[in-house]
Nanobody, 122 residues
Framework: QVQLVESGGGLVQAGGSLRLSCTAS????????IGWFRQAPGKEREFVAT????????SYADSVKGRFTISRDGAETTVYLRMNSLKPEDTAVYYC???????????????WGQGTQVTVSS
């Protein structure tokens, strides 16, 4: 069982930046593909970004491409989601997820965190 914890959410003005962090209690993340997803009120959970185990391959949703960056730290304990040029439509609860297959589908991830709220004001 992998317990994921997200942090770094908050309230930011449009055009601002935030960096979300995803860690696993008591273990490294090097064995897992990590994805970020988000869910806005009244909407379904949607894919944001994913990174493979080595960190050498990433993929993004079209809506965040060029603004968000997913990365791993050197110690393999944390996966980050750097979010720049934030827009009000980025407002959502952001979840990190861990799995063994690279992909943009929620079903491909086995472990999920509790989420962190990101609110972007206009």
């Amino acid at each position: 069982q992998v317990q994921l914890v997200e942090s770094g959410g908050g309230l930011v003005q449009a055009g601002g930046s935030l960096r979300l962090s995803c860690t696993a209690s008591g273990r490294t993340l090097s064995s897992y593909v990590i994805g970020w997803f988000r869910q806005a009120p009244g909407k379904e959970r949607e894919f944001v970004a994913t990174i493979n185990r080595s960190g050498g391959w990433t993929s993004y949703a079209d809506s965040v491409k060029g603004r968000f960056t997913i990365s791993r730290d050197g110690a393999e304990t944390t996966v980050y989601l750097r979010m720049n040029s934030l827009k009000p439509e980025d407002t959502a609860v952001y979840y990190c997820a861990a799995g063994f297959l690279v992909g943009s589908g929620a079903k491909e991830y086995e472990y999920w965190g509790q989420g962190t709220q990101v609110t972007v004001s206009s």
